[in-house]
T-cell receptor, first 112, second 118 residues
Framework: AQSVTQLDSHVSVSEGTPVLLRCNYS??????LFWYVQHPNKGLQLLLK??????LVKGINGFEAEFKKSETSFHLTKPSAHMSDAAEYFC??????????FGTGTRLTVIP | GAVVSQHPSRVICKSGTSVKIECRSL??????MFWYRQFPKQSLMLMAT?????????EQGVEKDKFLINHASLTLSTLTVTSAHPEDSSFYIC??????????????FGPGTRLTVL
């Protein structure tokens, strides 16, 4: 079975400081992992994906995530937060089959 | 990249009426589309998987007679909320798999439809 745990429901950072959004997963199979971002009343936009290639994955807008099998983690980071990064972030796991399993989301607030 | 659209983006209706939401893959053919529901400040919950030319597969607890799904072509899936009630008010999001990226199980999401039932 697949599941995702996002450890923080809300993260607040100052503009220009690093961002860390934590995600742990559970999967019976070799997983594919994704991070999506959702701005208010908008659909989901893919930030990055891990598909068993390089463990350090670079995405759009300066985000990256590192797949750590030993820790079953896929934390999302960004060196310097921008005001436009304020949004809801979802960690998602996919195993065998079509379904995606969503975490409960982390709301990122960026303080000017 | 693959683009998915939804129409309408926002709909307000009276209790007891039916509402149809369209999901289209604009630049690829999608044999499989998905319908999600998102309550305020919550995550996405998969409602059903829509397969072109066959019946949709509903998740446990989702009423198939209330949420009618039709996937009549490779680029269009529709969700009809029948006899809508205020508790059906929610944000409905569709997604589609692009067969060109099947291996990665990636889904491409539409912008969502905000349904408000008065």
């Amino acid at each position: 079975a697949q599941s995702v745990t996002q450890l923080d429901s809300h993260v607040s950072v100052s503009e220009g400081t690093p961002v860390l959004l934590r995600c742990n997963y559970s999967s019976s199979y070799s997983p594919s992992l994704f991070w999506y971002v959702q701005h208010p009343n908008k659909g989901l936009q893919l930030l990055l994906k891990y598909t068993s290639a390089a463990t350090l994955v670079k995405g759009i807008n300066g985000f990256e995530a590192e797949f750590k099998k030993s820790e079953t983690s896929f934390h999302l980071t960004k060196p310097s937060a921008h005001m436009s990064d304020a949004a809801e972030y979802f960690c998602v796991v996919s195993g065998k089959g079509n379904n995606l399993f969503f975490g409960t989301g982390t709301r990122l607030t960026v303080i000017p | 990249g693959a683009v998915v659209s939804q129409h309408p983006s926002r709909v307000i209706c009276k209790s007891g009426t039916s509402v149809k939401i369209e999901c289209r893959s604009l630049d690829f053919q999608a044999t499989t589309m998905f319908w999600y529901r998102q309550f305020p400040k919550q995550s996405l919950m998969l409602m059903a998987t829509s397969n072109e030319g066959s019946k949709a597969t509903y998740e446990q607890g989702v009423e198939k007679d209330k949420f009618l799904i039709n996937h009549a072509s490779l680029t269009l899936s529709t969700l009809t909320v029948t006899s809508a009630h205020p508790e059906d008010s929610s944000f409905y999001i569709c997604s589609a798999r692009d067969p060109r990226t099947t291996y990665y199980n990636e889904q491409f999401f539409g912008p969502g439809t905000r349904l408000t039932v008065l």
